[in-house]
């Protein structure tokens, strides 16, 4: 069972997304909260595998209550997934630095909220290549020298060549496919990496693949 919290001051939007999740066997809604502080609190109390987090709340917004649920150890099983009116923008990804594993447009349709629940709950990112490259192109601007960032120097050369691919948007299944390994070891690559670099997702991983200067970004 998917064990899903909703945070949103709109009533409305929780409503809709809670009749939606409680028709499926896989997944239960165990709470709803209106801001960013009571849905963090309610997230401690209650350990969603995912939490679907409006960016723009009153008392406490997403992008810090995403902040939150990253840097509480207790939390680190809950994957939260920013809901945004807008699209991709500053916002998303100042929430994907905070520790979101993705983000929904709000006028989802219901097949992709319930798929994204799913694979949020696996641990994977949101994000797909084509979110990945406006990433890239719109805000990771300055490229470091090669292999600077935290914790680069841990990886082994196969973890780096993995997280290199990660960072191009590519699934494990196609990481595999490029290197000629099975999709185990793949997802065993990535799994290690995300550790020694303490990224809780995919999503952070392709951040911290830019701005660590493992991988630079191509000129526009």
């Known amino acids: 069972m998917i064990r899903v919290l909703l945070v949103d001051d709109q ?62 150890p207790a939390l680190a099983a809950v994957h939260v997934v920013i809901l945004t009116n807008y699209g991709f923008d500053e916002y998303v990804f100042n929430a994907l630095r905070a520790g979101a594993a993705g983000f929904l447009v709000k006028d989802i349709v219901p097949e992709d909220l319930l798929h994204a629940v799913r694979v949020a709950a696996r641990g994977d990112a949101l994000l797909a290549p084509s979110i990945t490259r406006k990433l890239i192109n719109r805000y990771v601007t300055q490229p470091l020298t090669m292999g600077t960032g935290r914790g680069l120097e841990e990886l082994t050369n196969r973890e780096r060549e993995t997280v290199a691919l990660v960072a191009q948007g590519l699934s494990n299944d196609q990481i595999a496919a490029r290197m000629l390994i099975s999709p185990m070891t793949a997802k065993t690559h990535v799994n290690r990496a995300m550790a020694k670099l303490h990224a809780r997702d995919r999503a952070q991983l392709v951040i911290l693949a830019y701005e660590s200067g493992l991988v630079v970004p191509r000129s526009s």
Do not use: N, Y
Not at 33 to 43: E, T, Y
Not at 46 to 71: C, K, N, S
């Open 11 to 72: 009533p409305l939007i929780r409503s809709g997304f809670r009749a939606l999740l409680d028709l499926e066997d896989d997944i239960e809604v165990v709470a709803e909260a209106g801001d960013g502080l009571q849905g963090v609190a309610l997230a401690r109390k209650h350990l969603p595998d995912v939490a679907l987090v409006d960016i723009q709340m009153p008392v406490v917004d997403g992008i810090e209550a995403t902040r939150r649920i990253a840097a509480d």
